[in-house]
């Protein structure tokens, strides 16, 4: 069974950027396609971003579309998340997850703060 790692978080101001991964263990990522949630304070997790197996075809939250990247080297068993323009809004604990199952990482905390 695949598991995942993720790594990247940190304090940021606003206006920063930052970029997460999520490695991962086992065999078939490649045949996988994965997701990026978050979840803030108080509020339940929600859907960040989504890419195929292959990586050709991604989906985002309207909220991070045109700031966020989602992005996989299944060479390296990672997936990642490339941050822009980063908000206070954006501050949260993000996970990766295997689309489509209950395998998620543990989490990776992102503060944005002056």
């Known amino acids: 069974q695949v598991r995942l790692v993720e790594s990247g978080g940190a304090l940021v101001q606003p206006g920063g950027s930052l970029r997460l991964s999520c490695a991962a263990s086992?065999?078939?990522?490649?045949?996988?396609?994965m997701a990026w949630y978050r979840q803030a304070p108080g509020k339940q997790r929600e859907l960040v971003a989504t890419?195929?197996?292959?990586?050709?075809?991604?989906n985002y939250d309207d909220s991070v579309k045109g700031r966020f990247t989602i992005s996989r080297d299944n060479a390296k068993n990672t997936l990642y998340l490339r941050m822009n323009s980063l908000k206070p809004e954006d501050t949260a604990v993000y996970y990766c997850?295997?689309?489509?199952?209950?395998?998620w990482g543990q989490g990776t905390q992102v503060t944005v703060s002056s």
């Open positions: 997850n295997v689309k489509y199952t209950n395998i």
């Open positions: 086992g065999s078939g990522f490649s045949s996988y396609a």
């Open positions: 890419i195929s197996s292959a990586g050709g075809y991604t």
